[in-house]
C-alpha cells in the first residue's frame, strides 16, 4: 500500500511537471507568435495621402530624433494672396501648416508649386498636369519641422494612376527652402525613401543644386 501510494505521488509530480513546462513553452510560443504577428502586421508609416494623423495627436517617433507628423491639405482651408489672369491663369495660396509653418502653394498652367516656411522663386513641380494629395507630411527633427513630404496626382488621360512623392525643404527668412527629390509613386517603399531623404539631406541642402529624381518622377 505505501509503496503503491507513492508511486501515485511520483506520477503525479511527473505529470505536473510536464504539464508546466507544456504550459511554459505554450506561453513562448504564444509570445513568439505574438511578436512574429507584430512584426509582419506593423504598419509602414502612414503613407501620404491617406491621413492617420491629421492632427498631430498620433505622431510616429522614429530614430535620430526624426519623427513624422500630419496635416490635412486642401486650398479651400487657405488664403489667396494673388491671383493673375492676364498671361495664364494663376494663384497663390498661403495654408495653415504646423509649429507656426505655413505652407505657400502656387498653381499655374495646370501645375502644382509647394513652398514650405517662406516662399521662393522657383515654380518646382511635375511636368504633367497635376493636382495635390490631401495630406501632407512633416518631418520633425527635435519637433522644428525640416521637410514636407506630398503627393502629386498627375491627372493626365494617360497616366494610369501615376503619383509622385515631392519631398520640400522647409525654407526660413532669407533660407528659402526648394525641391529636394522627387519619388514615383510606384518605387518601392517610396514613402521611406522620401523620409529618408527628408532625414538625411534635406537640412543641407544646397538649393542651387538639381533635386533628386528616383523613378519616373519628373
Known amino acids: 500500500m505505501t509503496r503503491t501510494f507513492a508511486s501515485v505521488l511520483m506520477l503525479s509530480a511527473a505529470l505536473a511537471a510536464c504539464s508546466s513546462e507544456e504550459a ?9 507568435a505574438t511578436a512574429n504577428s507584430e512584426a509582419v502586421s506593423a504598419p509602414d508609416l502612414a503613407p501620404v495621402g491617406s491621413p492617420r494623423d491629421l492632427d498631430g495627436a498620433r505622431s510616429e517617433a522614429t530614430r535620430g530624433g526624426y519623427r513624422s507628423a500630419y496635416t490635412a491639405f486642401s486650398t479651400d482651408a487657405c488664403d489667396v494672396t494673388r491671383r493673375e489672369t492676364e498671361e495664364g491663369e494663376g494663384v497663390w495660396w498661403r495654408c495653415p501648416g504646423r509649429e ?49 513630404i506630398f503627393r502629386y496626382l498627375d491627372v493626365t488621360e494617360e497616366a494610369g494612376g501615376r503619383t509622385v512623392l515631392a519631398v520640400e525643404k522647409v525654407g526660413r527668412p532669407g533660407a528659402p527652402g526648394c525641391r529636394v527629390a522627387q519619388i514615383s509613386g510606384d518605387t518601392p517603399s517610396a514613402n521611406r525613401e522620401a523620409r529618408r531623404i527628408a532625414d538625411t539631406q534635406a537640412a543641407d541642402f544646397d538649393c542651387a543644386a538639381e533635386p533628386e529624381y528616383i523613378g519616373n518622377a519628373r
Do not use: C, I, M
Open 100 to 148: 507656426g509653418v505655413p505652407l505657400f502653394v502656387t498653381v499655374g498652367d495646370g501645375r502644382y508649386d509647394v513652398d514650405a516656411g517662406v516662399e521662393n522663386e522657383q515654380f518646382q513641380t511635375v511636368g504633367a498636369f497635376n493636382d495635390l494629395g490631401d495630406t501632407v507630411e512633416w518631418r520633425l527633427h527635435e519637433e522644428k519641422p525640416v521637410a514636407v
Open 24 to 32: 511554459a513553452s505554450s506561453a513562448d510560443n504564444a509570445a513568439d
